[in-house]
């Protein structure tokens, strides 16, 4: 199974992608990833993002694209992957296209109002980057991570003001990629605004429904 997740900031794919890799046994890849290792490796790919991020600029298409089909051209994404924060963009999913065979989109969404709350209580651990909410996610003691003792920290940009521009230049640059993809007839859309842990059940056999049926 090779599945793209769409869906804005807070909607929650990494808390789903969890559940959706152990029950279908596919990789999680995200795009962050690929670029902290094509970085971390120094690869061709990786000095070139580097050089960009460092200059304050966006990184081009053709470097993102090319990580991407490099990591899905390796042996392990053979039995299926979860990917994750690509494509992002028409030229970008015209590429993919080009170098992979997509099963299924799930486009998750939630009201902005939910989105909101739960962006604006998330926190998030310095030291090893685990996720805190100060109402779904609460750390056994304020301020510190569970994981590893590290502080947590409160974004600037999950500040509500902040979380309403972001909502909204999302929903401009993803309308496109959720026709386009609507069009090849392989994109479901899933309604996520429940509390995951309160609802895990209904809100999962909601998600692998989407998946499993054409």
């Known amino acids: 199974m090779k599945l793209i997740a769409l869906g804005s900031p807070g909607v929650g794919k990494g808390t789903y992608a969890k559940e959706i890799i152990q029950k279908y046994n596919i990789l999680h ?24 991020i460092n200059q304050g600029k966006l990184v081009p298409d053709e470097v993102t694209i090319g990580m991407v089909k490099e990591r899905l051209s390796r042996e392990d994404t053979k039995g299926g992957y979860y990917l994750d924060g690509f494509p992002r963009t028409i030229p970008q999913a015209e590429a993919l296209a080009e170098f992979a065979d997509i099963d299924r989109v799930i486009n998750f969404k939630a009201d902005h109002e939910v989105i909101i709350q739960r962006l604006s209580g998330r926190r998030i651990c310095k030291q090893c980057g685990a996720i805190f909410h100060t109402i779904n996610i609460i750390p056994k003691v304020e301020g510190v991570c569970d994981s590893c003792g590290g502080e947590l920290y ?61």
């Open 154 to 214: 409160h974004r600037d940009d999950d500040q509500p003001e902040s979380i309403k521009k972001r909502l909204q230049v999302y929903e401009e640059e993803t309308k496109p990629l959720i026709n386009f993809y609507k069009e090849k007839g392989i994109l479901k859309e899933v309604q996520v605004n429940e509390d995951f842990g309160k609802n895990k059940e209904l809100m999962l056999n909601r998600i692998f429904t989407a998946i499993d049926n054409n």
């Open 29 to 52: 890849l995200s795009t962050g990833d690929m670029f902290r290792e094509n970085m971390k490796n120094n690869t061709e790919l990786g000095i070139k993002a580097k050089e960009f």
